[in-house]
């Protein structure tokens, strides 16, 4: 991806590469007047797309998609800092319960969603899919729950989806500033869900074996 190509095509002063996902999607942050957007192309992406158009016109909180095309969309910048960015020790505790807020408030949307989860199971609740602290957005003035990205696996399903992945983020080596396994159950209970749910491990060797 030449970054300068990409600037130039959407009038942008500056382009840096974004390298916080995992996916081996090219995510581009763009300068352009006062604005930031960004630039994500992936030949999956017309599933984020939809559900972000879908999403937004819930009220609830995700990166508006200002322009998109066959495999790249660009969103306007979604306020806030995602949760596996560092943050103060002091505010932790407080983000952990940001992210179990977000995810009650994600599963009590009206279940009218034209979407179906493509994990197994009941399609009880609108699910994220991938709620993952890199997709997981917190005010860092308030510490309050600021929205979610990376939405291309949402749809109805089961909410022990969204609990085992964001278990398995907190849980794994990507994010230890939280404290590992421990704050991973202080998640699940925050929420109101048993951490011993088999679905859980269910779940989350689903995701990891990527066959579902
Ligand atoms: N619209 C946006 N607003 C703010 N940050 C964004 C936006 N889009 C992407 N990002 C940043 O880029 C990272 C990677 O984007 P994401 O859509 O999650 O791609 P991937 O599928 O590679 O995980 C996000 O975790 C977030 O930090
Ligand atoms: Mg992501």
Redesign the pocket.
């Known amino acids: 991806m030449d970054v300068e190509t990409l600037a130039a095509r959407f009038s942008a002063r500056n382009a840096e590469p974004?390298?916080?996902?995992?996916?081996?999607?090219?995510?581009v942050?763009l300068r352009r007047g006062a604005e930031?957007?960004?630039y994500?192309e992936?030949p999956a992406v017309g599933a984020?797309a939809d559900r972000l158009v879908w999403l937004s016109g819930t009220g609830f909180p995700?990166?508006?998609v200002l322009d998109r095309g066959d495999g790249w969309m660009l969103?306007?910048?979604?306020?806030?800092?995602?949760a596996?960015?560092p943050w103060p020790a002091a505010d932790r505790p407080h983000v952990l319960a940001a992210i179990a807020a977000g995810l009650r408030e994600l599963h009590a949307l009206p279940p009218d969603c034209p979407f179906r989860s493509p994990f197994p199971g009941s399609a009880q609740v609108v699910t994220h899919g991938?709620y993952?602290a890199?997709?997981v957005?917190v005010d860092p003035d308030t510490l309050r729950f600021a929205g979610v990205?990376?939405i291309?696996r949402l749809g109805l399903g089961d909410r022990y989806v969204d609990i085992a992945l964001m278990v398995k983020s907190l849980s794994g080596r990507l994010n230890p500033q939280y404290g590992g396994p421990p704050a991973a159950r202080t998640f699940a209970t925050a929420y109101g869900a048993d951490p011993d749910d088999p679905r859980i491990p269910y779940y989350t060797a689903l995701d990891d074996s990527g066959d579902f």
Do not use: I, M
């Open positions: 974004v390298l916080v996902g995992h996916s081996g999607a090219t995510v942050r930031t957007l960004y994500k992936d984020d995700c990166p508006r969103t306007s910048e979604l306020p806030g800092r995602d596996s960015q991938d993952a890199p997709n957005f990205l990376d291309s």
